[in-house]
Nanobody
Framework: QVQLVESGGGSVLAGGSLRLSCTAS????????IAWFRQAPGKEREGVAS??????????RYADSVKGRFTTSQDNAANTVYLQMSSLKPEDTGMYYC?????????????????WGQGTQVLVSS
């Protein structure tokens, strides 16, 4: 069974940092590409980062909008993927989701992922 649970959202001032967590079921964590998406009010869901967990490669990719500010990493002992967000901007505000599936295409597209967590809210104020 594929399970994804996000946590770590909250409110922060512009320039601040937050770390999101996505804890997956063991099979999901070890076998799938895990990605981070976000959705601002009134906008489409946007892929921001991915980490390829297939065969333990750990390859990471980032959208241009977050490159250099966001970092995704993994904790194998906890079956958890993290999204460390730094130098946050008001335009980073939105609901953040982790998603998983068997492929790790670029660019990240919502339709390529079948499994989703419930989301965690991030609010960046100026």
């Amino acid at each position: 069974q594929v399970q994804l649970v996000e946590s770590g959202g909250g409110s922060v001032l512009a320039g601040g940092s937050l770390r999101l967590s996505c804890t997956a079921s063991e099979y999901t964590y070890r076998s799938y590409c895990i990605a981070w998406f976000r959705q601002a009010p009134g906008k489409e869901r946007e892929g921001v980062a991915s980490i390829d967990r297939r065969s333990g490669s750990g390859d990471t990719r980032y959208a241009d909008s977050v490159k250099g500010r966001f970092t995704t990493s993994q904790d194998n002992a906890a079956n958890t993927v993290y999204l460390q967000m730094s130098s946050l901007k008001p335009e980073d505000t939105g609901m953040y989701y982790c998603a998983a599936d068997s492929n790790c295409y670029t660019p990240l597209q919502e339709t390529d992922f079948r499994y989703w967590g419930q989301g965690t809210q991030v609010l960046v104020s100026s």
